[in-house]
């Protein structure tokens, strides 16, 4: 099969979909108005509640719904071959990931920028609100404490023997470090001296394009790996903390342009290449393999359906949207821009490479496959080798591929610890503890709550590294939490429901089984502080989407109780 066809295809689908599809959602499900006031006009306070461009917003969105998941996730399913990852991510992202971000962006937006979580308390019930934002709590502080783990040891440069990690790149320190500091005066000049965006834009992007070539030749050694942990939940404590407008929006947006060459320069150099995929079709015969039904749809997350994006469009993106009508550009066309740079990164890992030993190699067993060194390795190396199809040299090609990586890395730690924050500010509503509503004491709950998964230890490991395989399935989880949130929400507006209900059911489906395949090999490798963290989420799932089906049969009550209270609606 040809690389380049698929990659047509592909985008053919996405952008046929944004239209029909798109515009389906927005006028016919959601209804979206253009002229319908947003939060960041009505509760504008320069900190969280900012109205911004759609061209800003949509770099900040999808660079804090990317980071590393659309690339690793699609880099790790590729073991059970390149037809069930591309069918996946493609549909996946159509009908599901793409309606999950669409319709919590939106929910949001008709509810003061509030999280999906708390916005539950007034959909499902105050108990559905706390158990929501308690596995949310959960799930950020786990994912962050290893993303904190997994940063440090690509920035880390040297080992005790003086030779580089393989799995580092701290050629990816400086043009990073480089790219903070033209983000800040970035926002500063956008927002507070009001210079040209135009301008801003260009000066800004042509100075983080020349501290990545710079900062990619001088890497950075000999700083050990917990003193980057340290500074890494420093700076996520300041990102948390500054106004969205001064750090967090503009280094999203500016990381986005490096992406958008990223993917331009692979799809051109697919073009050139014109290269063959060398991996399987079909591939069952991995050692140590686990089922394709329901692990596929865990593990490519990012790249077809993600739990973590309600969070970004309900907790920042909602927030800072100017107008109601760009809520599908940035909502859907973000999540079919990320199933494309999924899609690019299964064609990096099937096509990119030289033959199918070498893709064998990599793929020799699910163990090994599951490893960071591997995942990143497969993706570089393909993504290099398009490249150098452009005359570029391969050497180079492979520093920027690992620098985007790494870049994309750090935009989902410190967008994750704002939104920790927020949660941890919902939390203290909830439980009317005050002192958890300052934002300071919130971000500093939240950076100590992701050090904790860093550093505590469980059976000699960090704690964060031990528990990591809940993530996926707790991830996965959160999206059909907030996917049924939707679909009573919709009912008690008496909207169609099927676009919604249907994608809901299929994840709840996958999860659930995946969870309870989990548990049972926890209990058997007698791994009891997993199992026992399992067993009380699945026990949380459980309640939850028992509460929301008891709301979701009482919604046709409540729909009509709100058309009688507003006869002229």
């Known amino acids: 099969m040809n690389a380049t066809l698929l990659a047509f295809v592909a985008a053919l689908a996405f952008a046929g979909a944004y239209r029909l599809y798109g515009r389906h959602l927005r006028t016919r499900v959601l209804a979206v108005r253009d002229d319908e006031p947003t939060p960041a006009h009505r509760l504008a306070d320069g900190v969280d509640y900012v109205a911004s461009r759609r061209s800003v917003l949509f770099g900040h969105h999808f660079a804090s719904i990317a980071g590393l998941g659309p690339i690793l996730g699609p880099a790790i399913a590729v073991i059970w071959g390149w037809v069930p990852a591309v069918l996946w991510i493609v549909f996946g992202t159509i009908f599901i990931g793409g309606v999950h971000d669409f319709a919590t962006l939106v929910l949001s937006l008709r509810n003061d920028g509030r999280s999906i979580g708390d916005v539950a308390k007034d959909l499902v019930g105050p108990r559905a609100r706390l158990l929501f934002l308690v596995v949310v709590y959960f799930l950020m502080s786990l994912a962050m404490g290893v993303f904190v783990l997994v940063i440090a040891t690509l920035f880390t440069g040297a080992a005790n023997d003086g030779r580089i990690h393989p799995e580092s790149h701290p050629e990816s320190v400086l043009p990073v470090a480089t790219l903070l500091l033209v ?14 965006f135009a301008l801003v834009t260009v000066v800004g992007v042509a100075l983080s394009f020349a501290g990545l070539v710079w900062g990619s030749q001088h890497p950075v050694l000999g700083v050990d790996r917990s003193l980057w942990i340290w500074i890494l939940l420093a700076y996520a404590f300041a990102a948390s903390v500054l106004p969205v407008w001064l750090l967090l929006q503009p280094r999203d947006y500016l990381n986005s342009f490096q992406l958008y060459a990223g993917m331009a320069l692979m799809m051109v150099g697919l073009a050139v290449s014109r290269p063959d995929v060398v991996a399987p079709a079909l591939n069952t015969t991995a050692p140590d393999l686990p089922p394709i039904f329901p692990f596929l749809f865990i593990t490519v997350a990012c790249g077809a359906v993600s739990g973590f994006h309600c969070l970004v469009s309900s907790g920042t993106t909602a927030k800072q949207i100017s107008c109601a009508r760009d809520a599908q550009a940035i909502g859907y066309g973000g999540m079919i821009t990320e199933g494309m740079l ?32 591997p995942k990143i390795g497969a993706f570089v190396t393909g993504a290099a080798r398009f490249l150098a199809a452009l005359g570029l040299p391969e050497r180079g090609s492979a520093a920027f591929a690992a620098v985007v990586v790494v870049s994309f890395a750090l935009t989902t730690l410190d967008s994750a610890t704002r939104l920790l924050r927020y949660n941890i500010q919902e939390l203290g509503g909830s439980l009317g503890v005050a002192a958890l509503r300052n934002r300071y004491v919130a971000s500093l709950i939240a950076a100590g709550s992701i050090a904790a998964f860093a550093f505590l230890r469980i059976a000699g490991k960090p704690a964060g590294i031990v528990l990591w395989e809940l993530f996926g399935t707790t991830n996965q989880l959160l999206g059909a939490l907030a996917l049924l949130t939707v679909t009573v929400w919709l009912a008690r507006q008496g ?19 995946a969870m309870v395949v989990k548990i049972r090999e926890f209990y058997a490798q007698q791994a009891w502080p997993v199992f026992g963290f399992g067993l009380l989420l699945l026990l949380l799932a459980t309640w939850l989407a028992i509460e929301g089906a008891i709301a979701l049969r009482r919604a046709p009550e409540a729909a009509r109780a709100q058309a009688a209270a507003s006869p002229g609606a």
């Open 495 to 513: 909207r169609p429901l099927g676009t919604v209900l249907l994608p809901m059911l299929f994840m709840f489906a996958m999860t659930l089984t």
């Open 183 to 196: 983000a800040m005066g970035m926002g500063w000049a956008m927002y507070r001296r009001r210079w040209s």
């Open 342 to 373: 999924a899609i690019l990164a299964v064609l990096a890992c099937t096509a990119g490479l030289s033959s199918a030993e070498e893709w064998h190699l990599h793929y020799a067993s699910w163990t090994q496959a599951d490893g960071l060194g």
